[in-house]
C-alpha cells in the first residue's frame, strides 16, 4: 500500500491564483481530512469528509473549496491564492468518521504565495 | 468550545532520563484522545490513544500515556528517553462538529529535545 499520497510537493503561486492540491489514499478509508500546519499553531482542520458525496467544513475553511466523488480522492482548491495561504498542508486518512480510529498522514505540501 | 492544549512549546531531558509531554483538553462529553509524533520534513504519525477502559495506554516506541478525568490531562510520558525520541508531539481530541460529526482537533505541538 502507498497509504496517503499527495502532489505536488512544493508550490509557489502568486497572490489570486488557483490551484488544486492532490490527495489520494488506497486503503479504502472512509473519511479523509485536510489539514494547515503554521508555525506555533499546530495542526488546524480546514475540510473533512465522511464519505464519498460528503463534506463538511472544519476551523478554517475560507479560501478553500473541497469535493469528495470517490472514495480514494479528497482535493483541496484554494480559489485564489493569498500571502495568508501560504503553509504546509496535510492530507490524512481514517478507517471511518467515528472518531475511534487514528489517522494517516500524507507527507504534505509545502505552498508559498507571493 | 473543544480544544486542547500544550502548555510547554519545547521539553528538555537527557537521554535515559525519564520524559513528560503535557496535554490538557477541554471537551463536552467523553474524549477520544491521541498522540502523534512528526519528525523533520514528515507527515503526522500516530503514537497511541485513549477511547475507553483502562487510563494508561501504551503505545509504539515505548510510549505511554495517562488519561485523568478529573484533571482533564493527557500526559505522554517514557520511562527512558532516546535522542531518537527528539521530535515534535502533538496531543489531539477527537470531538463531535456542529453536523454531528467526529473531527480531530490539535494542540499547538511540543518540541522534544532528547541531549546524548
Known amino acids: 500500500n502507498a497509504g496517503v499520497t499527495q502532489t505536488p510537493k512544493f508550490q509557489v503561486l502568486k497572490t489570486g491564483q488557483s490551484m488544486t492540491l492532490q490527495c489520494a489514499q488506497d486503503?479504502?478509508?472512509?473519511?479523509m481530512s485536510w489539514y494547515r500546519q503554521d508555525p506555533g499553531m499546530g495542526l488546524r482542520l480546514i475540510h473533512y469528509?465522511?464519505?464519498?458525496?460528503?463534506?463538511d467544513q472544519g476551523e478554517v475553511p475560507n479560501g478553500y473549496n473541497v469535493s469528495r466523488s470517490t472514495t480514494e480522492d479528497f482535493p483541496l482548491r484554494l480559489l485564489s491564492a493569498a500571502p495568508s495561504q501560504t503553509s504546509v498542508y496535510f492530507c490524512?486518512?481514517?478507517?471511518?468518521?467515528?472518531?475511534?480510529?487514528?489517522?494517516?498522514f500524507g507527507p504534505g505540501t509545502r505552498l508559498t504565495v507571493t | 468550545a473543544q480544544s486542547v492544549a500544550q502548555p510547554e512549546d519545547q521539553v528538555n531531558v537527557a537521554e535515559g532520563n525519564p520524559l513528560t509531554v503535557k496535554c490538557t483538553y477541554s471537551?463536552?462529553?467523553?474524549?477520544?484522545l491521541f498522540w502523534y509524533v512528526q519528525y523533520p520534513n514528515r507527515g503526522l504519525q500516530f503514537l497511541l490513544k485513549?477511547?475507553?477502559?483502562?487510563?494508561l495506554v501504551k503505545g509504539s516506541y515505548g510510549f505511554e500515556a495517562e488519561f485523568n478525568k478529573s484533571q482533564t490531562s493527557f500526559h505522554l510520558k517514557k520511562p527512558s528517553a532516546l535522542v531518537s525520541d527528539s521530535a515534535l508531539y502533538f496531543c489531539?481530541?477527537?470531538?463531535?462538529?456542529?453536523?454531528?460529526?467526529?473531527?480531530?482537533?490539535f494542540g499547538s505541538g511540543t518540541r522534544l529535545q532528547v541531549q546524548p
Open positions: 471537551v463536552s462529553g467523553n474524549p477520544y
Open positions: 489531539a481530541v477527537s470531538f463531535q462538529g456542529g453536523t454531528g460529526r467526529r473531527a480531530l482537533t
Open positions: 490524512a486518512s481514517s478507517y471511518d468518521g467515528t472518531g475511534w480510529y487514528e489517522q494517516y
Open positions: 486503503m479504502n478509508h472512509e473519511y
Open positions: 485513549y477511547i475507553t477502559g483502562d487510563n
Open positions: 469528509s465522511v464519505g464519498a458525496g460528503i463534506t
